[in-house]
């Protein structure tokens, strides 16, 4: 294991090599402590709903905003994103390990060799 030094209340790390992090597994455990009741309470439906209204605010972002807002709407979509995946029991990190961790799922190359898409 590398050094780390681990920051109270802070849920990301910092090292030498890396700088500092924060996985997806320890995002979503976050978000899950932060808001678990509520969003078992709203349900999954509710739930992509809020994620839908966030990727709409991304959209609006990408098109007119500054990179300090595009930044906070790709965390906000992000978040609803993790959400989600809480309401509906799916580990994300495991999910995305599993699918994109040795490649691309098309073609499975590191670098895509897959036709472009328009
Ligand atoms: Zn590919």
């Known amino acids: 294991m590398p050094a ?18 924060m996985e997806i597994r320890e995002f979503q455990q976050l978000i899950n402590r932060m808001y ?32 300090e807002e595009k930044a906070k709407e790709f965390a906000d979509v992000f978040a609803w994103l993790v959400t989600l995946a809480n309401v509906e029991g799916i580990d ?3 999910a995305v390990q599993e699918k994109y961790g040795t490649g691309c799922p098309g ?8 036709e472009e898409k328009p």
């Not at 681990?6 to 090599?17: A, E, G, K, M, Q």
């Open 107 to 114: 073609c499975g190359k590191i670098i895509c060799t897959c």
């Open 36 to 67: 678990s009741d509520k969003d078992r309470r709203r349900g999954p439906a509710g739930t992509f709903l809020w994620f839908v209204e966030e990727v709409g605010e991304l959209a609006s972002a990408i098109g007119e905003g500054t990179k």
């Open 4 to 21: 780390s030094i681990y920051l109270p209340r802070r849920i990301y790390y910092c090292d030498l090599l890396k700088g500092c992090v």
């Open 92 to 94: 994300l990190d495991q």
